[in-house]
């Protein structure tokens, strides 16, 4: 049997990152996953990227550790109010203070490291242009910056060797299309947390853009998210 | 008095960073000091960036935690010996054992993050093409294409604001030049350390890639280097 070639997975334990590990597999990928604990508040999604990745039998999976409080800066890694019920969400017409400073720049760098050292030329990441927050670094064509670039600084870069490929299959998916691609992967979307402001026993708070994108979500593909059916309807 | 703007330095307290934060201040940044504590062996080059950044009166200097030895990979994270005496230093042929991967994307990512948070739009790293070890991620073409892909990734190169400069004052300068810029810029290059694997007491072990490319540099320059004058000529 021949082998899987290794693709790095940067999974945070979402809806979106769960979906592209899924997706990865499907395409005969064999999944590393990458996740990181960042000083965000939100830390319990480390327990889904576990989960997620043991779902999914992934044999490789690194937590790597950087602190990103170190330059304060947002919402998500400081003490300040998550915002609820925004109303810019619709809109992206203000970058919201869950903005975390260069975060996906940091995390494809750190896949990059990761990337190189397994000898993969392949890593996924699950953003996405349409249903999202107005992050700056969720845009295509940011992806395709980061390709170009990572392809010069790496061993894999220089000449003659294979060229480095950061695959964002979600990027031009609604969230519906989202939850519709991975249930039919078979995705169990129970284990996954989307939230920016979880409950201590992950309940989320139905009320952070996060919570609010993915309700949009399973609503637009009419279905029930299994997350909530968990954690009752209250 | 108006306000210098602040710019980020990315500085390890060797020789080449310590270059570039002097030009940076002396071309009228309040330099913003940025070093990483990242599993390295020669860990002791921090208390060089620490009096380094003393002497140059900076404000504010950031360490920053990562662990790449979470991917190994490099002799400078790991148990491996450092090469010395490496026949391929003049040549290029081979990418040395001491390359960490995606090491300097990940050092500007995390310098993009402080960029933004400080409201800078420049960072400043020393990364120079010419005498240097063959590190992929030290070519100017390489350079170019973090910054194309930064403006894209944050709020900064967001429509309408202030494009983000990487500057890379040393890329086509012989270490002889950068000598030579440090001393008329008034460095004191005994507060320096370029060694990856120096004695407890920091003493250079002089066969190590970059304390050739150092001892070259001082050479070419015709000048004594006031760090091996510290230590004795033993």
């Known amino acids: 049997m021949p082998t899987s070639p290794r693709a790095v997975v940067l999974l945070s334990g979402g809806l979106d990152s769960t979906t592209v590990l899924a ?15 960042y000083g965000q508040r939100h830390a319990i999604e ?33 003490q300040a109010e998550v915002p ?6 619709e809109t992206h017409e203000e970058i919201p203070s869950t ?10 760098s750190f896949a990059l490291a990761y990337a190189e050292v397994l000898g993969s030329a392949d890593i996924f990441i699950g953003v996405n242009a349409l249903d999202y927050s107005g992050y700056p670094d969720c845009r295509p064509e940011y992806i395709d910056a980061f390709e170009r670039m990572a392809n010069l600084a790496t061993k894999t870069g220089v ?3 294979t060229k480095l490929v950061i695959h964002a299959p979600l990027a031009r998916m609604t969230k519906a299309d989202i939850v ?8 169990d979307y129970a284990l996954t947390s989307s939230c920016y402001d979880p ?3 992950g309940r989320p708070c139905r009320r952070c853009d996060s919570c609010r994108l993915r309700a949009k979500g399973f609503g637009e593909a009419g279905m029930e998210d299994p997350l909530l059916l968990r954690f009752g309807s209250g």
């Open 23 to 37: 997706i990865a597999k499907n395409r005969g990928y064999e999944p590393c996953a990458l996740s990181f604990r």
């Open 46 to 78: 480390l327990d889904s990227a576990r989960r997620v990745a043991r779902a999914f039998g992934v044999k490789n999976h690194v937590v790597a550790e950087i602190d990103l409080r170190v330059f304060g800066g947002s919402s998500l890694t400081g």
């Open 84 to 89: 609820k019920d925004r109303a810019a969400l």
């Open 99 to 108: 903005y975390v400073p260069a975060r996906n720049t940091i995390f494809l």
């Open 159 to 161: 000449e003659g060797r």
């Open 180 to 187: 519709r691609t991975g249930i039919s992967l078979g995705v």
């Open 199 to 201: 409950g201590v026993d």
